[in-house]
């Protein structure tokens, strides 16, 4: 916007962020421009905005209402509106009231969003946060009870051992008391020892369930990690030269000091990058000074005429130079002798 633009009052303050905006916005709200309260005895109709359209449009025979020219004069900016200096993408601009309001109100409704997303984010962190401790926890407690059932079901054998060859119904008619004793006992430890085997069944059953998953869950991050490098590098989608990259960065990784169980964590595609990126360094370093040693071992070969003296040179140059100023006689010679001999 032009100078033009800005009102005469230089008061209006200058606005760099949301915070200025607010404040500029709070003061225009309590104190109005057009200090001083309107009489109602003294309001004529060009003081009330609208009322003179008003009266014109209900004065003119020839149609022109709304939708009329009016419209137009409505939608360009109010010469009267205070102005204020604001600073966009390091550049001042002068803006409007209305303007001013409504890009605050854009920025206030951006900031609130984005601390709403923000904050939907960090709930969602710590709820899987939560949920991977929950079953941690839940995983410790299986790994404790199995445990548990391991010395428990050896026991209840051994317990069971000592009804081996008993002849429940000869008990029964012989000594009908111990039966009553020993009969109970002994169902009540096949009972438990049933369902501690059952249990340990399950337990196993839900240990290879959960082997089976984090095995694909492993293979899918390794399909998602060989997709992302193949983006990087596309070379890598043929199988040849992947196999052949991957076999030089093991070797290379090897001689610095990795161990296979190392490298064998070592499955994220950024990892393998910045890997690969060392690697091409070190080679090509180690043909630099390759090439270096090739260089300095080679005999120095010397031009013809380079083999006299620097000054003797010099001398030759000199008397030839004189013997063409001699012949010539002209300013250019002499110039060059002049520098011969500088």
């Given at each position: 916007?032009?100078?033009?633009?800005?009102?005469?009052?230089?008061?209006?303050?200058?606005?760099?962020?949301?915070?200025?905006?607010?404040?500029?916005?709070?003061?225009?709200?309590?104190?109005?421009?057009?200090?001083?309260?309107?009489?109602?005895?003294?309001?004529?109709?060009?003081?009330?905005?609208?009322?003179?359209?008003?009266?014109?449009?209900?004065?003119?025979?020839?149609?022109?209402?709304?939708?009329?020219?009016?419209?137009?004069?409505?939608?360009?900016?109010?010469?009267?509106?205070?102005?204020?200096?604001?600073?966009?993408?390091?550049?001042?601009?002068?803006?409007?009231?209305?303007?001013?309001?409504?890009?605050?109100?854009?920025?206030?409704?951006?900031?609130r969003?984005?601390?709403?997303?923000?904050?939907?984010?960090?709930?969602?962190?710590?709820?899987?946060?939560?949920?991977?401790?929950?079953?941690?926890?839940?995983?410790?407690?299986?790994?404790?009870?199995?445990?548990?059932?391991?010395?428990?079901?050896?026991?209840?054998?051994?317990?069971?051992?000592?009804?081996?060859?008993?002849?429940?119904?000869?008990?029964?008619?012989?000594?009908?008391?111990?039966?009553?004793?020993?009969?109970?006992?002994?169902?009540?430890?096949?009972?438990?020892?049933?369902?501690?085997?059952?249990?340990?069944?399950?337990?196993?059953?839900?240990?290879?369930?959960?082997?089976?998953?984090?095995?694909?869950?492993?293979?899918?991050?390794?399909?998602?990690?060989?997709?992302?490098?193949?983006?990087?590098?596309p070379?890598?989608?043929?199988?040849?030269?992947?196999?052949?990259?991957?076999?030089?960065?093991?070797?290379?990784?090897?001689?610095?000091?990795?161990?296979?169980?190392?490298?064998?964590?070592l499955v994220?595609?950024?990892?393998?990058?910045?890997?690969?990126?060392?690697?091409?360094y070190?080679?090509?370093?180690?043909?630099r000074?390759?090439?270096?040693?090739?260089?300095?071992?080679?005999?120095?070969?010397?031009?013809?005429?380079?083999?006299?003296?620097?000054?003797?040179?010099?001398?030759?140059?000199?008397?030839?130079?004189?013997?063409?100023?001699?012949?010539?006689?002209?300013?250019?010679?002499?110039?060059r002798?002049?520098?011969?001999?500088?």
């Open positions: 916007m032009t100078d033009a633009a800005t009102p005469e009052s230089a008061t209006a303050p200058e606005i760099h962020d949301l915070n200025s905006a607010a404040r500029a916005i709070e003061k225009l709200i309590r104190r109005r421009p057009d200090s001083g309260p309107i009489d109602a005895d003294e309001e004529t109709p060009s003081d009330i905005p609208g009322a003179t359209a008003d009266t014109e449009d209900d004065e003119t025979d020839d149609g022109e209402g709304i939708g009329g020219a009016d419209d137009d004069d409505a939608d360009e900016p109010n010469s009267d509106e205070p102005q204020y200096t604001v600073k966009i993408n390091g550049e001042e601009q002068a803006v409007g009231l209305k303007e001013l309001i409504k890009g605050y109100q854009r920025g206030a409704d951006y900031t969003k984005t601390m709403r997303l923000a904050d939907e984010r960090r709930e969602l962190e710590q709820t899987k946060a939560a949920m991977a401790s929950e079953q941690a926890n839940l995983q410790l407690e299986r790994q404790r009870y199995a445990e548990r059932l391991a010395g428990h079901v050896p026991n209840l054998r051994q317990q069971l051992a000592h009804f081996e060859g008993v002849d429940w119904a000869r008990l029964a008619g012989e000594n009908p008391p111990l039966f009553a004793q020993a009969r109970p006992l002994f169902e009540a430890l096949t009972e438990q020892l049933q369902q501690a085997e059952a249990e340990q069944v399950h337990l196993q059953q839900l240990e290879q369930h959960q082997q089976r998953q984090a095995t694909q869950a492993h293979h899918d991050y390794l399909a998602d990690q060989k997709r992302a490098l193949i983006a990087r590098h070379e890598m989608a043929d199988p040849a030269t992947g196999r052949k990259e991957t076999a030089a960065l093991t070797r290379y990784l090897s001689d610095s000091g990795y161990k296979p169980e190392e490298l064998s964590r994220d595609h950024r990892d393998f990058i910045l890997a690969r990126k060392a690697m091409l070190d080679r090509l370093m180690a043909d000074d390759k090439v270096k040693e090739t260089v300095a071992s080679l005999p120095r070969v010397q031009r013809p005429g380079t083999s006299r003296s620097h000054r003797q040179g010099a001398g030759e140059r000199r008397a030839a130079a004189m013997r063409r100023l001699e012949r010539s006689g002209r300013t250019e010679d002499a110039a002798l002049i520098e011969e001999l500088i």
